[in-house]
């Protein structure tokens, strides 16, 4: 029998769709859950919480603490957590994590803070059934992670970092071009060398209480990543609770009516999918990024690139439901779709105005993307995204429309 899955959904926007994508393409029956959910109960009906990628701080904020400890409480009690990326590094003992284990993450400065593509793992424990069907090469992926500081620990350790595969990058360096990192660290102000990260910690597991944890910080959801989706089906099958008896049943679902998408809804989708490929174009054109893969951007240091790839991926998904006819579960959708047509279109509009003076400024040498010394860019970019690299201003304003409007369509909230 499949163990009984949640996934929580809050604050987690491009990888919550990812990987909500990855598991129904691979059989497996998932329920989604809200911050408000956990903490009213909802994981007693549940053996394993699946926590995607995203900002940790933002997924603790949304919980608040009476939410973190329903999700302690879960696991000491018996239940298994599955953490992707921004998920493992949720389940550290960090400000803003909730301490299912006793280890924090490496420092910045000590780490490689931006690395992302192909890279080969390499098994820690080979008969660990995370490794059934995979071979070598073991290539997975990664996306921007943290690094695990595993310093006097005995967590163990299911797989080490290796060699980087073809598509590997540091930051927007593609790996197998460079050849004097020195020179690169020096412009960069970072650590860049993948030589650092050989033999480093990328996956691990643990008890809690009566309960596991499994921390994953390549994407196993990753799509086209056969031996990552094969791995993560591999892991669902492992946590399946041993000492645990979930509640039983599951919570009822709410109003399952549907309710037709309006001819303006249709438009107002179909517009919002216009703006959002023409932005892309636009950076295209001005050499800020390229299509790494189907999903992804690989842009340039000094300019944003996973949020707009957040927001198309977001939007044309709206999109393909709403060609395909798709109808929705709330009665309020068609206002949503508008209200975040309307806000999309303005946020586009801004956003290519931004990118062109990022673009002159990138003319005077190195920049960040959120250190500038032109202050017009700096204005702007702390209106539509904030001054951090946590997201923000209207960038995150308008994610959380688009978030609510897929909920509304995809989404029968259970009652508890």
Request: a positive charge; aromatic letters at 10%; one cysteine or more.
């Amino acid at each position: 029998m499949q163990p009984k899955i949640a996934l929580y959904r809050d604050e987690s926007y491009l990888w919550g769709l990812i990987i909500l994508r990855t598991l129904r393409k691979l059989g497996v029956k998932v329920h989604t859950l809200t911050s408000g959910q956990v903490r009213e109960g909802a994981l007693e009906y549940f053996d394993l919480l699946v926590v995607p990628g995203g900002w940790a701080s933002d997924k603790s904020a949304a919980l608040g603490p009476d939410g973190k400890k329903a999700i302690r409480d879960f696991v000491h009690a018996g239940g298994s957590y599955l953490g992707i990326c921004g998920g493992a590094g949720f389940a550290l003992n960090t400000h803003e994590g909730i301490g299912l284990i006793d280890i924090k993450r490496v420092p910045t400065k000590q780490r490689i803070p931006s690395f992302s593509g192909e890279i080969n793992l390499v098994p820690d424990k080979p008969a660990h059934p995370f490794w059934r069907g995979i071979r070598s090469p073991r290539m997975f992926y990664v996306w921007w992670p943290g690094q695990f500081d595993m310093d006097g620990s005995d967590i163990r350790i299911i797989a080490r970092y290796g060699r980087p595969g073809r598509d590997f990058a540091l930051a927007d360096l593609p790996a197998s071009d460079v050849q004097d990192w020195k020179k690169w660290e020096k412009k960069y102000g970072i650590n860049l060398n993948p030589a650092i990260l050989e033999g480093e910690p990328a996956i691990i597991e643990g008890h809690s209480g009566e309960g596991m944890f499994f921390l994953s910080y390549p994407h196993l959801e990753t799509p086209g990543s056969r031996k990552g989706n094969l791995a993560l089906f591999n892991v669902l099958e492992h946590l399946r609770p041993a000492r645990r008896k979930s509640r039983n049943g599951l919570p009822k679902p709410g109003d399952r009516k549907r309710y037709k998408i309006s001819a303006e809804g249709v438009n107002a989708a179909r517009e919002m999918m216009a703006a959002a490929s023409d932005v892309i174009a636009f950076g295209e054109r001005n050499f800020l990024w390229y299509w790494r893969n189907k999903w992804v951007l690989q842009w340039r240091r000094g300019v944003r690139g996973v949020e707009y790839s957040a927001l198309y991926e977001m939007v044309s998904e709206i999109w393909s439901l709403v060609k395909a006819g798709h109808t929705a579960r709330d009665a309020e959708i068609n206002r949503k779709i508008m209200d975040t047509h309307e806000a999309a279109l303005g946020f586009f509009a801004e956003a290519r105005i931004l990118l062109m003076l990022e673009r002159c400024a990138l003319t005077d040498g190195a920049m960040s993307a959120i250190k500038s010394d032109d202050p017009e860019v700096n204005i702007m970019r702390e209106r539509l995204f904030s001054s951090s690299m946590r997201w923000g201003g209207e960038f995150k304003k308008l994610l959380q429309s688009l978030d609510g409007v897929l909920c509304g369509m995809t989404d029968a909230p259970p009652k508890f």
